[in-house]
């Protein structure tokens, strides 16, 4: 009988030599962007319209309440036609000194009053009515903050610090009159104290009170506003 044969095959000439060559990619050319005048208009127009689209409930709260007036009344108020953004580099100070960003006001409504630290007989009179007219305002009052913005290097008193504050502190800051007077204004004819100024979420000026104003009407102002934004602003920064 003859015995079988176990041992394996041999390999195939060349087989090693294969295995022991090294692996070869084919790298391709990542294809050129397009930067076509008409490819850079397109991503433009896109940009703009989802700017549109995020400013839309704004404009439409706006016109809403200065256009449309379903109570067919007009506003107390003197709207500022355009609004008036708060300038990013407004030099803006602690009472200790210490440097505040402007954008960081934005978030909130804002009813400003501006006056020297020594507060005369108007300034106190303008911040008893911030500090009413947010107290009054109820379970809106979250969304509306006070600022005073003390336009010279004096320094109010501490009971007047406390006075101002309520069961929902002011924010007090000093802002160079002249550097100030290049965002807010006063009508013709006025001092910049003697005006209240509301200040949108947004950080934008948009509204001025008449001087010594109505606390009742400057209120109904207020809550309209309040109204007719309830859609897009919530309260807190």
């Given at each position: 009988m003859s015995g079988s044969n176990s041992s394996a095959p041999a390999s195939a000439p060349g087989a090693d030599a294969d295995l022991a060559s090294p692996l070869s990619l084919t790298v391709h050319s990542m294809p050129a962007p397009d930067l076509s005048p008409r490819r850079t208009a397109l991503g433009r127009l896109k940009m703009l319209m989802v700017l549109g689209v995020c400013a839309a409930p704004v404009i439409a709260s706006y016109f809403t309440y200065?256009?449309?007036?379903?109570?067919?009344?007009?506003?107390?108020?003197?709207?500022?036609?355009?609004?008036?953004?708060?300038?990013?580099?407004?030099?803006?100070?602690?009472?200790?000194?210490?440097?505040?960003s402007a954008p960081g006001l934005h978030g909130q409504w804002l009813v400003v009053v501006t006056a020297g630290g020594a507060c005369d007989a108007r300034c106190e009179s303008h911040l008893v009515l911030q500090r009413q007219l947010v107290e009054t305002l109820g379970r809106e009052k979250g969304r509306v903050d006070k600022l005073w913005l003390i336009t010279?290097?004096?320094?109010?008193?501490?009971?007047?610090?406390?006075?101002?504050?309520?069961?929902?502190?002011?924010?007090?800051?000093?802002?160079?009159?002249?550097?100030?007077?290049?965002?807010?204004?006063?009508?013709?004819?006025?001092?910049?104290?003697?005006?209240?100024?509301?200040?949108?979420?947004?950080?934008?000026?948009?509204?001025?009170?008449?001087?010594?104003?109505?606390?009742?009407?400057?209120?109904?102002?207020?809550?309209?506003?309040?109204r007719a934004s309830s859609s897009w602003d919530q309260p807190g920064r």
């Open positions: 200065f256009v449309i007036r379903p109570e067919g009344r007009t506003n107390y108020s003197e709207f500022v036609t355009p609004p008036r953004e708060i300038p990013a580099t407004l030099p803006l100070r602690d009472l200790a000194g210490q440097p505040v010279d290097d004096a320094t109010p008193t501490p009971a007047l610090l406390k006075a101002i504050g309520g069961a929902q502190p002011a924010t007090v800051l000093r802002a160079p009159a002249a550097e100030l007077s290049q965002w807010l204004s006063p009508a013709q004819g006025h001092q910049l104290d003697e005006h209240l100024y509301v200040v949108d979420p947004m950080g934008q000026w948009m509204m001025r009170t008449p001087v010594e104003p109505d606390p009742a009407k400057l209120k109904r102002d207020l809550e309209k506003l309040l």
